[in-house]
C-alpha cells in the first residue's frame, strides 16, 4: 500500500469509528507511529481529518456524532464498563441513569439485579428496564430530543431536583486535559449537573476515545465524580487529577 492509499485508508477507519489512536492505526497498517504522525498531520493541514491529543478525529466541537453512529463505536468497551458499573451497584439501591449510549448498555448489564430503583431521563434505558418486575422504574418529564429519546429542560431538572438518590450514573461526550467533563448540548449538561448534585455517589461512565474529544460545553469536572470507569489508562493529567481528587479509577 503506498502512501496515498495509506491516507485515504486512514480517513475511512477514522470516518467510520469517529476516532482512531496512533497506535490503533499504526497496527492496522503495519508501520510506526512516527509514520501514522507524520499521516495525520498531513491530512488534518489539508482538513479532511481533525488531528486531537493522541489521535484523529472527523467530528466537530460543536455538533456530536450521529446516534446510530456512536451506538456501533467502541461496543466491546462499553460492554466490559457495564458489567463493571453494575457490579458495583448493590442490590436495593436507588440511581439515576442519564442520556448516552453507554449508559444504555449498562441498563442492559442491571437486568441481572432483583430490586432496583431507577429514575430516567432517557426513553431508551426505560425501555430496557420497562419489564423488569422487582424494579421501581420511573422517567423524568420534560422535552424528548428525538434523535435519540433523550428528556431534557427545565422539567427534567425540576423532577431530578426531587430526588437524593444512592448512585447517580452518567456518561460524557469528552474530557479535557484540565478535568472539565464535556457535552455538545448546554440543556443535556444541565440535566447532568442535577443528576451530579442529587447522587450520593457518581459513576463517570467512558471509553478512551471520550479523552480525545472537545465538545464545547463544560458539565461539570472530575472532581465533582465519585469513580471513573473506563477500559485503558487515561492520559498522565487526568491520572494526576483523579488522585489529587479521591477518584476511584476502575479500568476494565
Known sequence: MNQQQRHESIIEVVGRQGYASIEQLADH???TPQTIRRDLNYLASRNRIRRVHGGASLESST????YTTRKSLNLDAKHRIAVTVAKHIPEDASLFINIGTTNEVI???L???RSLEVITNNLNVAAILQHKEHFNLIIAGGQIRARDGGIMGEATIDFINQFKV??????ISGIDEDGSLLEFDYQEARVAQ???RNSRQVFLAADYSKFQRNPVVRQGHLSQISALFTDRQ???RIRHLLKQHDVMLHLV
Open 111 to 113: 437486568l441481572e439485579h
Open 166 to 171: 444512592d448512585y447517580g450514573i452518567i456518561g
Open 107 to 109: 441498563a442492559n448489564a
Open 234 to 236: 487515561p492520559p498522565e
Open 29 to 31: 497498517f503495519t508501520v
Open 63 to 66: 455538533v456530536n456524532t450521529s
Open 194 to 196: 442535577a443528576i451530579i
